[in-house]
């Protein structure tokens, strides 16, 4: 029991009430959207993520016992594209249920996530923080010149900006222009959604950016707040935490859209896309999370034998990284014979967003990081480095282009004009993809292109995507195009069986196997990659 101010002991409700009538969720952490496909990681993974949480609020709704939830924000770390997909949760529960959101501090994600709910609550200490959107980009060039290591970044085009933080020593009028757009999208579009969800006037919520609020009793008269009230003064004796009522939550009853007629296949591609298996790594340093392609292509064709799956949802979070891995995942999307929606997470830029050119419909949030239709190609040069310390790596070979990638020494003319001959050409064939799947001249790809960055709202203007929406949505478009109704179920497809083992082992073992230290960049000599240290905050 979770709530120590409760007057009642932990146990017993109220003279004849016999169930809870009002539950406490709690709402922290970042909320990734599908919980790891690999059962180890599963097992490992502490963090909730939005398939968790959707399906206990749709249990919620379908409670005919309970009267209210309270949302108890705390350490809620999510970004913008999940909070307003939170938001619609809230909102879908608020329609069945009173619903409270208590926030102890009002950031720009939290009190977007909390305006599904029917009353924001804060108390009277609350920390405002809706201070505007900003970004910060840490550049490297000088400090690694200064330490006798250079940086060869050749680049299509002008707005690529993935290895510049490495070769240079300051922000380009480019990528500052690019940024700058991005950051007034994302920002018009809060203020639109948080103008709609609390029926204020846009210039109103505009406002508390250009004018902060300090302090709750200010929020609440601009009409952030409904209440100013600290958590005890919500909570009634029938209340209880989640965790006390989870043998109640039964799965609402379908009355159609059951298994025998059919169901919609979740493929993710998430983290860094490689050539290989998709891996998790967890040291600090180089961790993360990567989308290999041979994983991905595999749970497609899974996905593709599997008789029950009538579409396919492509759940695309990812900044891209190798060109070669990239034109596999689309190549298998684009022979896919069932409809395949694409839904993009926080990012599906480079990348990211060649492996969904293909899919019959796009959707993104209006805060996703899109676009950066751009091919990159570089490397470090150790060369007075090496000299400083000592060291004398010396090469032999047959041709002038076979050490070409080492580090020991800078491109030559010869080897240079190979790279930029070899991204120009990857780069043609990343517009002649995008034209061919959206309907658009290579011409005005082009235009789009260039290594450009779009926010989500901006994309579905350009024609880059069809739609807003959110894994939810996608979900539903899938059910459209393949006739099925909506609620019918869905699963998350991942590779067969690989081996003797069991697949629970098998994927354990993979899991282990993947625990190495490996460099902070994609593999592979030519990259689709936006840079992963773009985060807006």
Same mark, same amino acid.
């Given at each position: 029991?979770?709530?120590?101010?409760?007057?009642?002991?932990?146990?017993?409700?109220?003279?004849?009430?016999?169930?809870?009538?009002?539950?406490?969720?709690?709402?922290?952490?970042?909320?990734?959207?599908?919980?790891?496909?690999?059962?180890?990681?599963?097992?490992?993974?502490?963090?909730?993520?939005?398939?968790?949480?959707?399906?206990?609020?749709?249990?919620?709704?379908?409670?005919?016992?309970?009267?209210?939830?309270?949302?108890?924000?705390?350490?809620?770390?999510?970004?913008?594209?999940?909070?307003?997909?939170?938001?619609?949760?809230?909102?879908?529960?608020?329609?069945?249920?009173?619903?409270?959101?208590?926030?102890?501090?009002?950031?720009?994600? #939290?009190?977007?996530?909390?305006?599904?709910?029917?009353?924001?609550?804060?108390?009277?200490?609350?920390?405002?923080?809706?201070?505007?959107?900003?970004?910060?980009?840490?550049?490297?060039?000088?400090?690694?010149?200064?330490?006798?290591?250079?940086?060869?970044?050749?680049?299509?085009?002008?707005?690529?900006?993935?290895?510049?933080?490495?070769?240079?020593?300051?922000?380009?009028?480019?990528?500052?222009?690019?940024?700058?757009?991005?950051?007034?999208?994302?920002?018009?579009?809060?203020?639109?959604?948080?103008?709609? =969800?609390?029926?204020?006037?846009?210039?109103?919520?505009?406002?508390?950016?250009?004018?902060?609020?300090?302090?709750?009793? #200010?929020?609440?008269?601009?009409?952030?707040?409904?209440?100013?009230?600290?958590?005890?003064?919500?909570?009634?004796?029938? =209340?209880?935490?989640?965790?006390?009522?989870?043998?109640?939550?039964?799965?609402?009853?379908?009355?159609?859209?059951?298994?025998?007629?059919?169901?919609? #296949?979740?493929?993710?591609?998430?983290?860094?896309?490689?050539?290989?298996?998709?891996?998790?790594?967890?040291?600090?340093?180089?961790?993360?999370?990567?989308?290999?392609?041979?994983?991905?292509?595999?749970?497609?064709?899974?996905?593709?034998?599997?008789?029950?799956?009538?579409?396919?949802?492509?759940?695309?979070?990812?900044?891209?990284?190798?060109?070669?891995?990239?034109?596999?995942?689309?190549?298998?999307?684009?022979?896919?014979?069932?409809?395949?929606? #694409?839904?993009?997470?926080?990012?599906? *830029?480079?990348?990211?967003?060649?492996?969904?050119?293909?899919?019959? =419909?796009?959707?993104?949030?209006?805060?996703?990081?899109?676009?950066?239709?751009?091919?990159?190609?570089?490397?470090?040069?150790?060369?007075?480095?090496?000299?400083?310390?000592?060291?004398?790596?010396?090469?032999?070979?047959?041709?002038?282009?076979?050490?070409?990638?080492?580090?020991?020494?800078?491109?030559?003319?010869?080897?240079?004009?190979?790279?930029?001959?070899?991204?120009?050409?990857?780069?043609?064939?990343?517009?002649?993809?995008?034209?061919?799947?959206?309907?658009?001249?290579?011409?005005?790809?082009?235009?789009?292109?260039?290594?450009?960055?779009?926010?989500?709202?901006?994309?579905?203007?350009?024609?880059?995507?069809?739609?807003?929406?959110?894994?939810?949505? *996608?979900?539903?478009?899938?059910?459209?195009?393949?006739?099925?109704?909506?609620?019918?179920?869905?699963?998350?497809?991942?590779?067969?069986?690989?081996?003797?083992?069991?697949?629970?082992?098998?994927?354990?073992?993979?899991?282990?196997?993947?625990?190495?230290?490996?460099?902070?960049?994609?593999?592979?000599?030519?990259?689709?990659?936006?840079?992963?240290?773009?985060?807006?905050?």
């Amino acid at each position: 029991m979770n709530i120590p101010f409760l007057k009642s002991d932990g146990n017993t409700l109220p003279g004849g009430v016999t169930r809870p009538t009002w539950i406490v969720l709690d709402i922290a952490g970042e909320y990734p959207a599908l919980s790891p496909g690999n059962p180890l990681a599963a097992l490992l993974n502490r963090q909730d993520t939005q398939e968790a949480l959707m399906t206990r609020l749709e249990r919620l709704q379908h409670a005919d016992w309970l009267h209210g939830v309270l949302f108890r924000f705390g350490s809620f770390t999510a970004g913008l594209s999940t909070s307003r997909t939170l938001r619609d949760a809230f909102a879908r529960l608020s329609e069945k249920k009173r619903t409270i959101a208590y926030l102890p501090t009002l950031s720009m994600p #939290a009190l977007l996530a909390a305006s599904g709910a029917r009353e924001i609550v804060a108390p009277e200490s609350a920390e405002i923080n809706l201070l505007g959107l900003g970004l910060e980009v840490t550049y490297l060039g000088e400090f690694l010149k200064k330490h006798g290591i250079g940086f060869e970044n050749l680049r299509i085009r002008e707005y690529k900006s993935a290895l510049t933080r490495f070769s240079d020593d300051r922000m380009d009028d480019f990528n500052r222009e690019q940024l700058g757009v991005l950051l007034d999208s994302m920002e018009t579009a809060w203020v639109k959604d948080l103008a709609e =969800t609390r029926g204020l006037d846009e210039a109103a919520v505009r406002g508390w950016l250009d004018h902060p609020i300090s302090s709750a009793a #200010a929020a609440r008269e601009a009409g952030l707040l409904d209440r100013v009230a600290y958590e005890d003064e919500l909570i009634g004796p029938a =209340t209880r935490p989640i965790s006390a009522v989870l043998d109640l939550l039964r799965p609402p009853r379908r009355s159609n859209g059951g298994s025998d007629a059919g169901r919609i #296949a979740i493929v993710p591609v998430v983290g860094t896309i490689v050539t290989g298996k998709s891996q998790r790594n967890p040291l600090p340093l180089f961790g993360g999370v990567s989308a290999g392609s041979d994983t991905v292509v595999a749970a497609l064709r899974r996905a593709a034998e599997d008789k029950k799956t009538k579409a396919v949802v492509l759940y695309v979070d990812s900044g891209g990284g190798s060109a070669l891995a990239s034109d596999l995942i689309w190549r298998e999307v684009q022979q896919l014979q069932k409809p395949v929606v #694409a839904v993009m997470g926080r990012v599906a *830029a480079s990348g990211g967003y060649y492996v969904l050119a293909a899919a019959k =419909t796009v959707l993104a949030s209006p805060y996703t990081i899109t676009g950066s239709i751009g091919v990159v190609s570089g490397k470090p040069v150790l060369e007075e480095f090496n000299r400083r310390q000592g060291l004398n790596p010396e090469g032999v070979s047959r041709h002038d282009t076979a050490l070409m990638y080492s580090s020991a020494r800078a491109f030559n003319d010869t080897q240079r004009h190979l790279v930029e001959r070899s991204i120009e050409e990857v780069y043609q064939r990343f517009i002649k993809r995008v034209a061919d799947g959206r309907g658009m001249t290579t011409a005005r790809v082009n235009e789009l292109g260039r290594g450009r960055v779009w926010s989500g709202q901006d994309a579905l203007a350009l024609g880059l995507i069809d739609e807003l929406g959110d894994l939810h949505t *996608a979900v539903q478009r899938a059910c459209e195009l393949s006739g099925l109704p909506y609620g019918a179920p869905t699963w998350t497809a991942g590779p067969k069986n690989r081996g003797p083992l069991p697949e629970f082992a098998q994927e354990a073992a993979d899991e282990a196997a993947s625990l190495h230290l490996t460099a902070g960049l994609p593999s592979g000599q030519v990259m689709m990659w936006l840079d992963s240290d773009l985060h807006i905050r």
